[in-house]
């Protein structure tokens, strides 16, 4: 790794097979644990026995075009981020090994200890607050693969993601110019999109204090997302509505014939985001941090129509005739939408490290919806529409989340360490949507004709000891207890409302992982774990009501998600480099899903239990420096995994399906090489394989709008350093211009330009 890099972002990335022996500072790798021991504040267990990956700042500087902060995941193993364009808010959901796309629920993000991601609900529009961390402030991230330190909750299943953010030792300051540009083509758009992001930071350290301020804004133009179709030959021959053309043959995800008539949701979003932090050191060993954060997003959401009228103008309403059949456009084809919101994140830690017999730490958070307002014309005749009409608003003021968390360390003699703790988080949903007589800046005008909301709340204790009982041997036991409590959940319409009655629910989840020391060279080593993860408010109380009071599409009984993980590791150390295999394995049972229930008449669909979940697969993953060639640094990741449902007597045409979103392959690489000490050179590339967005696997189209494809794309970055002051950057994303889809289409080849001061 490039000798620049931090100590622990060393060890953690190059120290995978060997037993590193470390000065002050630098953790040790041994017996296939990591072991947390430098004087930097962590948020990580100081044992952790499980598969970590990282990346260090220096990494992201050199060889990811970094737009968000979810970016520095791109090349990490078995990894997703299903990031749709630059600053996209609420769909950029993180998949892990045996987790889709569509399970955001089953992973953890976390920056300097701060929960970031957002357990309201499990899906698209539940991504993490990846907004509350800029990548110019990342000093490094680590990601903990699998649900086996008792120190996370069973959100912890799939991975483990901790953002590392500066802290300065002197004064500094930065600044950066980043340009974007996409040429966009896709059934009847053929466009470009641009967008710009410019960001500020300084620091500084005096004495006992410091403090780091950082300033980021990112106005962006996202390429369409949502396409409105109609069925090819759904209705009879008619002469019936106005002939129009420009309407796009294609093929649905089934492969079934259909017609795109234009371009939805396109987002034009700028964003601003503020932090502030502020430490002070009691004394060499003990650490008060204040962390402020502050996100705005305003967006727009335009549409525009394919169809034209014998005039050639745009056809947006009404009754119209695709070649000889008839069709007639709804009010929400072609949605025109605003959204306007602010959330605040508030942060205060103290912690020791005193490396002596005992350590503690004392964390809490608070994430605030304070402002979170979607306003949507509810018919769309353009361009009248952009000057007002009737419409909705959805309002999410109030909705949010805090945590408290209590931990400690003993360390009583040189064979134990012992971690304990108790942690506490809880949720509020507040939704309501609303008739507005105008849509852009309208109030009211009659109750609200939807309304959910409700709380959850998880108060838990864990304790976990790491035991090195033989030379070459190291075990590392523990178990987390989970209290679950849902409360003041409601269901309401304009007509009707339903409470729900309170749940209370308890688990305890047991990890162990045993670890062999082979050689100086090789390490062994095997972990299992349980995660419970609890059902989200969204999943229980987000749904709908028929006339006579009955709940339509949500359940508030679900049961939990319980999975049993495990993995089995090889780690090995080689000249100038490492290399990991490692095998894993996960049973799920209740797996939370949208589906079908087909034994109840008439027939359901929302969130059910999926009865049984089995996935399996391989992951090798390999790093290497100055190996071919000298400055030649290599970093790649080969994944097969084979994830089947095993049972689901409400779906019986889903057994022996693929989980979805799940593919047998993936695989990515990085090649870097600095060609002086000035000028590096990177070209990496990720491989995904065919998959699945349905239960029962019959989208068999992936390339299409709501399908799932698979992809290989290449992205390449150059990056010339002037002096000590000024670089710059100079980069392509998804340079082969693939075309693919995750429902909504993927960027196509993007240009990205950047320019960087330091100080």
């Known amino acids: 790794m490039n000798t620049t890099m931090s100590p622990l972002a060393v060890a953690l990335l190059a120290a995978f097979a060997a037993q590193v022996h470390a000065e002050d500072g630098v953790p040790l790798h041994q017996l296939g644990t990591v072991t947390i021991t430098g004087n930097r504040p962590t948020s990580l267990p100081t044992q952790i026995p499980t598969t970590i ?35 996209d808010y609420n769909h950029a959901v993180l998949s892990t090994r045996a987790s889709g796309t569509g399970n955001s629920a089953r992973s953890m993000v976390y920056a300097d200890g701060i929960l970031l991601s957002n357990y309201l609900g499990n899906g698209a529009t539940f991504a993490p607050r990846w907004g509350m961390v800029s990548p110019e402030e990342i000093e490094r991230v680590d990601v903990l693969y699998g649900p086996f330190s008792a120190a996370y909750g069973g959100n912890s299943v799939g991975a483990v993601v901790d953002y590392v953010t500066r802290m300065p030792t002197r ?32 620091g500084d350290r005096q004495g006992a204090w410091s403090w780091w301020l950082a300033l980021n804004r990112t106005d962006s133009e996202g390429q369409p997302l949502t396409f409105p179709t109609r069925a090819a030959g759904a209705s009879s021959l008619s002469s019936a509505g106005t002939p129009v053309s420009g309407a796009v043959a294609g093929l649905d995800r089934t492969n079934s014939p259909w017609y795109l008539l234009g371009a939805a949701t396109q987002y034009h979003t700028v964003q601003d985001q503020l932090k502030a932090k502020l430490a002070v050191d009691f004394s060499p060993t003990m650490r008060a941090t204040y962390t402020f954060g502050l996100w705005r997003n305003a967006s727009e959401g335009r549409p525009t129509s394919y169809l034209r009228d014998a005039a050639g103008q745009p056809v947006y309403s009404g009754t119209v005739n695709v070649s000889g059949h008839a069709y007639t456009l709804t009010p929400t084809d072609f949605n025109v939408s605003n959204e306007d919101l602010r959330h605040v ?29 979607l306003r949507a014309a509810t018919t769309v005749t353009m361009p009248a529409s952009l000057n007002g009409g009737a419409g909705r608003l959805v309002n999410q003021g109030g909705t949010g989340w805090n945590t408290l968390a209590a931990k400690g360390v003993w360390r009583p003699d040189a064979a134990h360490i012992a971690e304990f703790g108790y942690q506490r988080e809880a949720y509020k949903l507040s939704s309501t949507e609303s008739p507005v007589a105008d849509w852009i800046s309208g109030t009211p005008v009659s109750a609200p004709t939807s309304r959910f909301a409700g709380k959850t709340e998880i108060n838990s204790l864990y304790a976990q000891d790491t035991w090195k009982f033989a030379p070459q041997w190291k075990t590392v036991l523990g178990a987390r207890f989970e209290h679950w409590h849902a409360h003041d959940g409601v269901t309401a319409n304009a007509l009707n409302a339903a409470a729900h009655a309170e749940r209370t629910e308890h688990y305890v989840s047991p990890k162990a992982a045993l670890a062999y020391q082979a050689s100086e060279d090789w390490v062994l080593k095997a972990s299992l774990g349980r995660a419970v993860r609890m059902p989200t408010v969204s999943e229980l109380y987000q749904g709908g009501l028929n006339a006579a009071g009955q709940l339509t599409n949500n359940d508030p009984k679900l049961k939990p998600e319980k999975s049993w993980t495990t993995e089995l590791s090889g780690e090995r150390k080689l000249d100038g480099g490492y290399l990991r295999l490692t095998a894993f394995g996960e049973r799920t049972a209740d797996a939370l899903y949208s589906q079908t229930n087909v034994l109840v008449l008439p027939l359901v669909t929302n969130i059910q239990n999926v009865d049984l979940i089995r996935t399996k697969g391989l ?14 640094e290599l970093s790649s990741s ?36 600095a060609v002086n000490d000035k000028l590096s050179m990177t070209l990496a590339a990720r491989y995904s394989g065919k998959q699945y967005s349905t239960l029962d696997n019959s989208d068999v189209n992936g390339f299409a709008y709501q399908g799932a494809s698979k992809y290989f794309t290449a992205d390449a970055r150059l990056r010339y350093r002037f002096n000590a002051q000024w670089s710059m950057a100079l980069g392509v994303d998804n340079l082969n211009n693939y075309q693919y889809w995750n429902f909504h289409p993927y960027p196509q080849r993007t240009y990205v330009a950047e320019l960087k001061f330091d100080l």
């Open 638 to 673: 080969l994944t097969w995994t084979d994830s089947k449902i095993i049972r689901n007597d409400k779906a019986p045409s889903s057994v022996g399906k693929w989980q979805p979103r799940i593919p047998a392959w993936r695989a990515t690489g990085v090649a870097t090489y």
């Open 619 to 632: 992951e090798v993953s390999y790093g290497a420096s100055d190996v071919l060639l000298r400055g030649l």
């Open 53 to 87: 990956e990282g990346i260090t700042k220096e990494d992201i500087e050199r060889d990811i075009n970094a737009t968000d902060a979810e970016d520095a995941l791109k090349y990490l193993p078995s990894l997703l981020v299903r990031k749709r364009y630059i600053g």
């Open 345 to 373: 994140m508030h942060g205060l830690t103290l912690k020791t490290n005193t490396r002596g017999v005992f350590d503690w730490e004392i964390a809490a958070s608070l994430y605030d919806y304070d402002k979170d307002r």
């Open 171 to 202: 004064f500094e300051a930065h600044a950066k110019l980043t340009l974007t540009h996409q040429p966009f083509k896709l059934y009847g758009t053929n466009d470009r999109y641009d967008g710009k992001q410019g960001s500020f930071s300084l």
